[in-house]
């Protein structure tokens, strides 16, 4: 049974940082995997904004959030994790885990990933 636990959402003011953290229960991190963060504002589709691919060991960044925000992984915890540093009140969102076996170039599209953890709220003003 595979779980994915959000945690570190927060309301900060613009310019502000913020640590997400997603725990892994249950879930094989192994070299199929793709591990990603998506957001979804009000009225808004869910986006991607950031993944790991294991495979090719190298990360994928929306260009909205490329030079603010970083992805990374603890394998001995198997938690992903987004630094997210120069928060804009656009960044303002839930903020989503999700991981499944994802072709690096389809790592943005939600379709792509069966599993997904519950959300954690950032608000930047």
């Known amino acids: 049974h595979v779980q994915l636990v959000e945690s570190g959402g927060d309301s900060v003011q613009a310019g502000g940082s913020l640590r997400l953290t997603c725990d892994a229960i249950g879930y094989p991190y192994n070299s199929d995997n793709c591990m990603a963060w998506f957001r979804q504002a009000p009225g808004k589709k869910r986006e991607g904004v950031a993944a790991?691919?294991?495979?090719?060991?190298?990360?994928y960044y929306a260009d909205s959030v490329e030079g603010r925000f970083t992805i990374a992984h603890d394998n001995a915890k198997n938690t992903l994790y987004l630094q997210m540093n120069s928060l804009k009140p656009e960044d303002t969102a839930m903020y989503y885990c999700?991981?499944?076996?994802?072709?690096?170039?389809?790592?943005?599209?939600?379709?792509?990933?069966?599993?997904w953890g519950r959300g954690t709220q950032v608000t930047v003003s």
């Open positions: 790991l691919s294991i495979v090719e060991d190298r990360p």
């Open positions: 999700a991981a499944d076996y994802v072709y690096s170039g389809d790592w943005y599209r939600r379709d792509k990933y069966r599993y």
